[in-house]
């Protein structure tokens, strides 16, 4: 059989010289790594133009994505992993329980004008879902806010009435929350598991010195010690091994100065527990006013970049959040979702968590108390991944589908603000997180 | 879930499947084959979890592989394991 090269191969170089090898339209399980030896007979290989399937390694590249029968056209592959990824039949609720919380952080976007959800709102969600539930395989909800937390009463009667619901309709339900960690104690991890949240992330903004600067109580109170002791009891204590967490870090500038001594710190503190997982990002401008105080703090491409590099070269391997963003279709918002809405506190339905306040075409609809929905139909179509609007014939096409902020799209920010190429963090990060993946805890194979 | 109580381990497990949406044939005497009925991986977390949560167990790391799911029967002694030594 005669072969050639995919459109979709990215590579990079790894450690030792090697080459680290990616398929966006295969995703995470087309991931190996090349050794030095074999480098350049494998970029020659993925040079050409017809290839013979002679060979145990051509055969190896073939059944890994990186080469692909001649007469195949992978873009007939994009359609069917399109229409799974928009349109597919989970309905998707990010839920608010309250805008309001207990933290002010210095980069918040957040207003936190509505509080606690009121009864009438979580009484339409639950009749909402009552009444529609059979239209869909299955329920996926994720907890936001505010801080989902402090409205934990809310949480508990809305995901008690929804699991009732689901099991009664034969379906799958599964949640998440995202969470500032401070009220996360092992018994609440464990009450939360028996109402179906499995996943949650919680931010910790460096070591005590940073944590406490960017991310205090509403009385300007520290924060640290309070989270850390609250994951390190969840370890020890809510044993069930479902259970995953992602520790998030909004990188600035002062943590960025003393990164060495977080991985120590954090790999010292998690790294014998699977279940969690980390998510090193730059802190960046989401919005709102708090970040014009704070902007000094905020750091750039490069400093960012030796951040990264920092992980890449030690010898303190960690769990990374990933891999999931690297698969076909995960580049595409979940605003950019058919069947994806935020529910806010007053119960009004946008598509994206972070324009609630200030973008009149994120809201699509209003829940009313008897589970009906006003919905504007026409406003949830332009939020629909558009599969035409930005560079054609993009390596990355298959992971976020040329559409990866719809927000951006409908308001055409890149065009207003002249943004030239391709404003895709998942692209632009790429060749990062592939290097950290081979530094990371579980490697990458080394097949050749 | 009616009469929960007085069912076997894998009477109970076949309804709990049913619950998470996985319909099998409970009067076929032939074991099932389990991971012919996972979906997704959300279907996957959505039972694990719903059998936690009804059995009050937890599965170990070594029970949370795909291949523990090939025989009905067996996991239905895994649970069995995990409850006694829970009692």
Request: proline fraction near 2%; include cysteine.
């Amino acid at each position: 059989m005669m072969l050639k090269p995919s459109i979709y191969n990215y590579q990079t170089e790894g450690k030792n010289g090697g080459l680290i090898l990616f398929n966006v339209l295969q995703g995470t399980k087309s991931l190996i790594s090349i050794s030095q030896e074999n480098r350049s007979y494998v970029q020659n290989l993925l040079k050409s133009n017809e290839i013979e399937n002679n060979c145990e390694k051509i055969e190896l590249l073939n059944k890994k994505g990186f080469l692909v029968p001649i007469e195949q056209d992978e873009k007939v592959k994009l359609k069917s992993i399109y229409l799974d990824t928009v349109s597919r039949n989970d309905l998707i609720l990010i839920l608010l329980p309250t805008e309001k919380c207990n933290f002010r952080c210095k980069y918040c976007y957040e207003s936190f004008s509505k509080g606690k959800m009121k009864a009438e709102v979580q009484d339409g969600i639950i009749e909402f879902i009552r009444k529609n539930i059979h239209k869909y395989n299955s329920l996926y909800i994720s907890w936001f806010g505010g801080e989902p937390l402090i409205a934990y009463d809310v949480v508990e009667r809305l995901s008690k009435e929804i699991q009732v619901i689901c099991k009664s309709n034969r379906k799958k339900y599964i949640a998440s929350m995202t969470t500032n960690g401070y009220l996360l104690t092992a018994e609440m991890v464990k009450r939360l598991y028996k109402m179906g949240v499995t996943h949650f992330q919680v931010t910790i903004d460096g070591l005590k010195e940073t944590h406490d600067n960017q991310r205090v109580l509403l009385n300007g109170g520290e924060t640290f010690e309070t989270i850390i002791n609250n994951l390190c009891n969840v370890k020890n204590n809510a044993s069930s091994r479902m259970l995953r967490f992602v520790i998030r870090t909004n990188v600035t500038k002062k943590i960025a100065e003393n990164i060495e001594q977080y991985i120590d710190y954090f790999h010292e503190k998690f790294s014998d527990d699977p279940r969690f997982s980390f998510a090193i990002q730059p802190a960046m401008d989401w919005g709102g006013d708090t970040i014009n105080d704070f902007r000094e703090n905020l750091i750039n491409e490069i400093e960012m970049f030796n951040v990264f590099e920092k992980f890449y070269e030690s010898d303190k391997k960690f769990r990374f959040a990933v891999k999931e963003y690297l698969e076909p279709g995960s580049g595409v918002c979940y605003a950019g979702k058919q069947n994806s809405f935020a529910i806010d506190a007053n119960g009004n339905i946008h598509k994206c968590t972070c324009y609630f306040d200030d973008m009149d075409m994120n809201m699509v609809g209003r829940i009313k108390h008897d589970g009906v929905i006003d919905f504007d139909e026409y406003k949830n179509s332009l939020w629909i991944c558009d599969n035409n609007y930005c560079k054609e014939n993009c390596v990355f096409e298959p992971n976020c589908f040329r559409d990866n902020c719809p927000a951006n799209r409908i308001m055409d920010v890149n065009k207003r603000n002249k943004v030239i190429g391709c404003a895709s963090h998942g692209k632009n990060n790429l060749d990062k997180v592939l290097k950290l993946l081979e530094n990371s805890v579980d490697g990458i194979e080394l097949v050749f | 879930m009616e009469n929960m109580q007085i069912m076997s381990t894998k009477e109970k497990l076949i309804k709990v499947l049913e619950l998470s949406g996985i319909i099998i044939d409970s009067k076929s005497e032939t074991d099932i084959d389990l991971r012919g009925y996972i979906t997704d991986s959300l279907q996957y977390i959505s039972t694990i979890v719903s059998i936690e949560n009804e059995f009050d167990i937890e599965f170990p790391d070594e029970v949370l592989k795909y291949d523990s799911l090939m025989s009905l029967n067996a996991f239905s002694e895994i649970v069995d394991g995990l409850l006694n030594e829970n009692n």
